[in-house]
């Protein structure tokens, strides 16, 4: 029997079943083919709640089933943490359980980074309360806390359910967190206003069996900003704001992007979405993705690797026709945007004649205490609402003209600038080998201090300049698509000797100038000289750089 079309309901079409199969339900191969595709047959990974709540967080850590702690944890934003003290040349030698620490790292899911005043003291209390007072915001914008323990787990979510934020679906072979822009409703240039399509989504999804088990993650982006922020050419699928056919707004669709060891820009398939259909076309995207997706090998069970073999007007021909029901109308394309900076710091006018400020922490890195203090200066100048954005930054909205410096000042004085260096407004950093089990190479506090050693050496350079540095090749800060990317891995230092180091990739970007970084061969540097070499690209590009160019490695 076919399966069922969540979208419709009714039983999607079959093609010739192949002799060599890449685990695709809809071909019929329904028998798990790898152990992921077994423990989610096993169980549905929503179903690791109650087993949190009633046995595991009563128990303690070595009551955990190894299949829920590897597993279905992360259906609710859950991971283990490294083991602290275990260096970057252990990372693919040891078994995980080796790399397992007894603490977690949790993922909170703000889609669109939609955060009132109440939500963000209540993260910034479980922050303070159970993680050691440790907080990143991600470049999905997440907020991600380290250190919690099992037992803490259902009182924390209570406080952050209680001001209806959630864990569910924050990482896991699941549709995570969605992106949206910060300014969705507020911007004067938006195309459209995309705050309830997002939530739409969000509310008649999340959480629902028909989505529980993809073959892996599901990133997706809602977008109607003019510059692009969410990132679309790199989202599984996204919905990206243009003027329809008849003039009124709605949406473009790109599926299959993403980086990580086989980057993929995505592609747009031309159809034209009114916003009453985003919700069923989603749900369309994503179940093509769940019973076409190739599931035999993790590695090739993105939807990009379906949308690769496919290609966009096969994609867009079975969406309509086995998922939808009816043919989307061809549309326009998105204008894009000829700048770099898609990230929303600094102060600016909203269409109702506030604004907003953006500001930039260290490399996402902030903490419970940091947030609670964004809490009160929002609140103490009359803002309730803050957003995350996808470049690891926050802006608070709704600021009346008078109190703008106030804010800006007491930002500053918390180290949150508004008026950054170039280096501080464009580095990102991954979670790297603090926490990450994944990671080779450290990377918030290198990152850090890059920032402040490229603002002693180069006080001048004031051109756009994105430099994003990853702990491994799984390229979570967007290695391939920053101006100058960083992967880390282990290098030869001048002594012969195996230490940090990274891999260069130059020149990458998105926009009107997307494409990924080359990484040129034997381009490699040490993390500790890593200052001097994008001193010497910098300082090069500025001794040869004519009238208004840009920094295009
Ligand atoms: Fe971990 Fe690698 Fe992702 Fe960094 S890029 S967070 S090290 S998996």
Not at 15 to 36: F, S
Not at 285 to 291: A, G, K, L, P
Not at 464 to 475: F, K, Q, R, S, Y
Request: with cysteine; charged share 30%.
């Amino acid at each position: 029997m076919p399966p069922a079309s969540a979208a419709t309901g009714r039983p999607t079409k079959t093609t010739t079943r192949p002799r060599r199969g890449e685990g695709q339900w809809a071909l019929g191969y329904r028998e798990p083919l790898n152990k992921n595709e077994e423990n989610k047959k096993n169980d549905d990974g929503l179903n690791v709640r109650r087993r949190i709540i009633d046995v595991y967080s009563k128990g303690g850590f070595d009551s955990i089933d190894p299949a829920d702690l590897r597993g279905r944890f992360r259906w609710y934003g859950l991971y283990t943490q490294r083991a602290p003290g275990i260096d970057g040349g252990k990372t693919a030698v040891l078994e995980p359980e080796e790399l397992d620490d007894r603490y977690f790292m949790m993922r909170i899911r703000t889609d669109g980074g939609q955060l009132s005043v109440a939500q963000l003291r209540a993260i910034a209390e479980v922050s303070t309360a159970y993680g050691r007072d440790t907080a990143d915001i991600t470049d999905r914008q997440n907020v991600q806390l380290h250190w919690l323990r099992i037992e803490d787990v259902p009182a924390l979510w209570e406080r952050i359910e209680g001001v209806g934020l959630s864990t569910t679906e924050a990482c896991g072979d699941t549709p995570r967190g969605m992106l949206g822009c910060p300014l969705a409703g507020i911007a004067e240039d938006e195309v459209i206003d995309s705050t309830d399509d997002l939530r739409r989504i969000v509310e008649d999804h999340i959480g629902s069996p028909l989505f529980s088990n993809l073959p892996r993650k599901f990133k997706t982006a809602v977008d109607g900003c003019s510059v692009h922020c969410t990132n679309h050419e790199i989202n599984d699928l996204a919905f990206v704001g243009v003027v329809g056919p008849d003039g009124t707004p709605g949406y473009d669709l790109f599926v299959g992007g993403g980086l990580s060891t086989n980057p993929m820009f995505a592609q747009r398939l031309g159809a034209f979405v009114r916003p009453d259909q985003v919700s069923e076309v989603w749900a369309g995207v994503c179940s093509i993705f769940r019973d076409y997706g190739y599931r035999r090998l993790r590695h090739r069970a993105r939807i990009k690797f379906l949308v690769k073999d496919w290609g966009a007007a096969k994609f867009r021909e079975v969406l309509e026709k086995e998922y939808l029901g009816y043919a989307l109308p061809d549309g326009p394309e998105p204008v894009l945007d000829p700048g770099t900076r898609r990230d929303h710091v600094g102060v600016h006018r909203q269409k109702d004649g506030r604004f907003y400020v953006g500001f930039t922490p260290r490399v996402g890195r902030v903490s419970g205490t940091k947030l609670g203090r964004v809490a009160d200066i929002a609140e103490a100048h009359g803002s309730d609402r803050v957003r995350t954005t996808a470049d690891q930054k926050l802006v608070i909205l709704d600021i009346t003209e008078d109190r703008v410096e106030s804010v800006v000042a007491a930002l500053e004085a918390e180290d949150l600038l508004v008026r950054p260096s170039t280096f501080r407004r464009q580095t990102m950093a991954c979670t790297g080998i603090e926490f990450c089990k994944l990671a080779i190479v450290e990377t918030k506090d290198r990152a850090s201090a890059l920032i402040d050693e490229l603002e002693r050496r180069l006080p001048e350079f004031t051109d756009p300049l994105t430099i994003n540095i990853n702990g491994c090749p799984n390229a979570c800060a967007r290695t391939q698509t920053a101006d100058i990317g960083f992967k880390g891995q282990l290098v030869t230092d001048a002594d012969g000797n195996q230490v940090e180091g990274f891999q260069v990739h130059l020149g990458g970007g998105l926009g009107l100038q997307a494409g990924f970084g080359r990484k040129v061969r034997g381009l490699k540097t040490t993390a500790d000289e890593l200052p001097d070499y994008v001193e010497r690209v910098l300082r090069r590009f500025l001794d040869q750089k004519e009238d208004g160019e840009v920094f295009a490695a």
